[in-house]
């Protein structure tokens, strides 16, 4: 039986045995007081969910020695008078008695109040006692096996610089953890972290020294965090969701990651907050990174520190090897086939290394646990075994190293107690070194034999593959970066506008902005940027600048993806801006992951008056459920929908639904693409209020904005 309904049965059994109107099993969250399962029978407005102040509870005075855990006269309590007066609920009888885990910490209580007074003897309390203690072995119990681990990520949710998990992972992490606090009781804090020197980095050295500085970073994070899941968001951001954590240790934890971020050479600053039950983890995370832009302000406003020197990026420098990519994009087919050919091959270890001319590093390994953690383990190019293999100094196959001539000073023996070993050079496709693919075993294997190399040399042809695979993206990343940079010296994006016009008389309603790049498609420039997880700043520039070239007449309309919607960036970039005349087109293209957290994020904007529009409706994912979740007050219909609407009457017919359908949930329908007189005079019609496209006008600049159909 699980937790809740080990609580439903039990306050049952309570009010059958001891009657009482309200049973209760709840727990303290910091500030708060969280029901976690009720029992009614009075109705006096107390249900599962509920949440009030601690300091309000009769639970409360009980815990802190102030009350009883049980009275036949609340009125005779002080305490219990003075909870009553400020919670409302008028009990004349009340007990209440601790769940407490095993080495004594407060769990949560059990608790019941009656409507007229009632008695009751030692007996019947520690009945409710032994209740109370074995719901808190089933809640200690199921909350410690549902805690959420720092388990690989999805392949879709991971970051492809640092490995880490990326934005939606964290966003999953957020809603899962907020369900497991929503069911017992838990708290967990949010902790932010920004890696203030990496904009400079990546224009002063580069954006490979820019990678190497984020994966130190995520190194040493990952390390200090212990618990939790860490996750890179975007830039230099990172996050970590740290269950249990409350208020008392989230402080100091973000005080230790930003000592550990700072250890990988860069000034660092960061933001905090811990969950209330009133409000949950999403508005955690918006209260810490409020928290991380004031600490951001005061880092500018009193600089301490000077940006280092950029270390050199880790690489292969001996003669003829080839460029290692940055840490490679490893596949869970590579690390499942190192794991097949060491059972396969009966060994204790199957790992690849490479070399930066003066030793070689362990960069990916499937081993015994027998065998000490090789993660990041280096050895000095004389002492490596490794380094014969290549240099032909020594055979593929050594059943027994300290057997061969030339073995005794060997670092897996000394460090390992390897005694046989099998090797494989690794080369690219294009015949270039890039690392070996070797074997151990901590006992000598004298059936081991040359064609038992064969298996390694199957594995390391994929392992070359994944190389080639991960250093073609590094360039791809590599490049469109130096495109985007290029682009912001140059002043980001250009807009251009559109007018949106009255279907009825040509009235301008205002304009859609859109950009113009030096070369190429929007399409390409922000897919591109998406891709590189750079997404979201090429969509805030391109926001910035339609505002800052639009003259304010009439309303102007936006693009921007589900992630940037979600972004507390997005609030950030539109602080003082006329959000009343705004409108955020959230195209359909892209599935929103987390609608709850995207209408959050914009409440605030939303109150004082940003519109929203729902893009290319018809045409992507989230067809009416986009809408119905959005709440749009606009629904743009896509080109596919209205080109040719006046010859096609599968088209009219979709495009008239649509109409009824926005009219129906207080939206207006704007057309986009009209291009000749018939589309534009049909979708009168058909009752579409709205329209645009190049009948009415093409995109220009502002000062040349004008109606000509």
């Not at 230790?256 to 009133?278: I, K, M, P, Y």
Request: hydrophobic fraction near 45%.
């Amino acid at each position: 039986m699980d937790f809740t309904s080990a609580a439903g049965a039990t306050l049952r059994f309570l009010h059958s045995v001891l009657g009482m109107d309200l049973w209760v099993v709840s727990r303290r969250d910091g500030e708060d007081y969280v029901v976690l399962s009720a029992l009614d029978t009075a109705e006096v407005g107390v249900d599962a969910g509920d949440v009030m102040a601690w300091t309000d509870t009769y639970c409360a005075a009980a815990v802190e020695g102030a009350a009883p855990r049980f009275a036949e006269d609340v009125s005779a309590v002080p305490a219990w008078v003075r909870a009553r007066e400020l919670n409302g609920l008028p009990f004349a009888s009340y007990l209440t008695v601790p769940m407490r885990a095993a080495d004594g910490t407060l769990l949560g209580t059990v608790c019941a109040g009656s409507l007229r007074r009632v008695r009751h003897t030692d007996v019947a309390l520690d009945g409710v006692q032994l209740s109370a203690d074995l719901l808190a072995t089933v809640l200690e119990h199921e909350a410690a096996r549902s805690a959420p681990g720092g388990g690989a990520p999805a392949p879709h949710e991971v970051d492809p610089v640092t490995r880490l998990g990326d934005r939606a992972r964290f966003e999953r992490a957020l809603r899962e953890e907020e369900e497991r606090a929503q069911r017992y009781g838990t708290t967990a804090s949010v902790v932010l972290v920004q890696l203030e020197d990496l904009p400079q980095v990546n224009e002063r050295v580069g954006h490979d020294a820019g990678d190497a500085l984020l994966r130190r970073a995520a190194h040493a994070l990952q390390a200090r965090l212990g618990e939790g899941v860490l996750t890179r968001l975007a830039g230099g951001r990172f996050a970590a969701l740290v269950p249990g954590a409350g208020p008392d240790e989230a402080g100091p934890l973000a005080d230790r990651l930003r000592v550990a971020a700072a250890a990988s050479g860069s000034a660092v600053s960061t933001g905090w907050a811990a969950r209330r039950a009133a409000t949950g983890l999403a508005h955690a995370w918006r209260q810490a990174d409020a928290a991380l832009a004031a600490d951001r302000a005061r880092a500018a406003a009193c600089p301490v520190t000077a940006l280092p020197a950029a270390p050199a990026l880790l690489g292969p420098s001996g003669a003829g090897s080839g460029a290692v990519p940055a840490g490679p994009a490893w596949t869970e087919r590579v690390a499942h086939l190192l794991e097949m050919a060491r059972q396969q091959l009966d060994l204790d270890v199957v790992g690849v290394c490479v070399t930066d001319g003066t030793s070689w590093r362990v960069v990916q390994a499937a081993q015994a646990q027998t065998v000490p953690d090789l993660r990041e383990r280096a050895w000095p190019v004389a002492e490596s075994v490794c380094q014969r293999l290549v240099d032909g100094r020594t055979s593929v196959v050594v059943p027994d190293l300290l057997a061969d001539a030339g073995a005794v000073p060997f670092a897996i023996t000394r460090d390992l107690g390897a005694r046989a070993y099998l090797g494989v050079p690794v080369h690219r496709r294009d015949g270039r070194l890039y690392g070996s693919l070797w074997g151990a075993s901590l006992r000598p294997l004298p059936e081991l034999r040359a064609r038992d190399a064969s298996v390694l040399h199957v594995v390391a042809r994929v392992v070359a593959g994944a190389v080639d695979e991960a250093e073609h993206a590094a360039d791809e990343r590599r490049e469109v970066l130096r495109r985007l940079d290029a682009l912001r010296a140059a002043g980001g994006p250009r807009p251009v506008f559109q007018p949106i016009v009255a279907v009825a008389d040509r009235s301008v309603l205002g304009a859609e902005a859109l950009s113009r790049f030096p070369t190429g498609t929007p399409d390409a420039w922000f897919g591109d940027a998406a891709r590189v997880g750079a997404g979201v700043p090429l969509e805030l520039d391109a926001l910035r600048a339609a505002l800052a070239a639009w003259p304010g007449t009439g309303l102007l309309s936006v693009n921007v993806s589900p992630r940037t919607a979600c972004s507390p960036e997005l609030v950030r970039a539109l602080a003082g801006a006329p959000v009343d005349r705004l409108v955020l087109e959230i195209t359909e293209h892209e599935p929103v992951d987390d609608y709850g957290v995207l209408l959050a994020n914009l409440a605030g904007l939303r109150r004082e008056g940003l519109r929203l529009a729902v893009d290319d409706a018809g045409a992507g994912f989230a067809s009416l459920r986009h809408v119905l979740a959005l709440r749009p007050d606009f629904l743009k219909l896509d080109v596919s929908l209205i080109r040719d609407v006046h010859l096609d009457p599968t088209r009219r017919a979709l495009a008239a639904s649509l109409a009824v359908f926005a009219a129906e949930s207080g939206a207006a329908v704007i057309a986009e693409g009209v291009e000749v007189a018939e589309e534009l005079e049909c979708l009168h019609g058909l009752g579409v209020p709205y329209a645009q496209g190049y009948h009415l006008g093409r995109p220009a600049p502002a000062e040349e904005l004008q109606v000509v159909g």
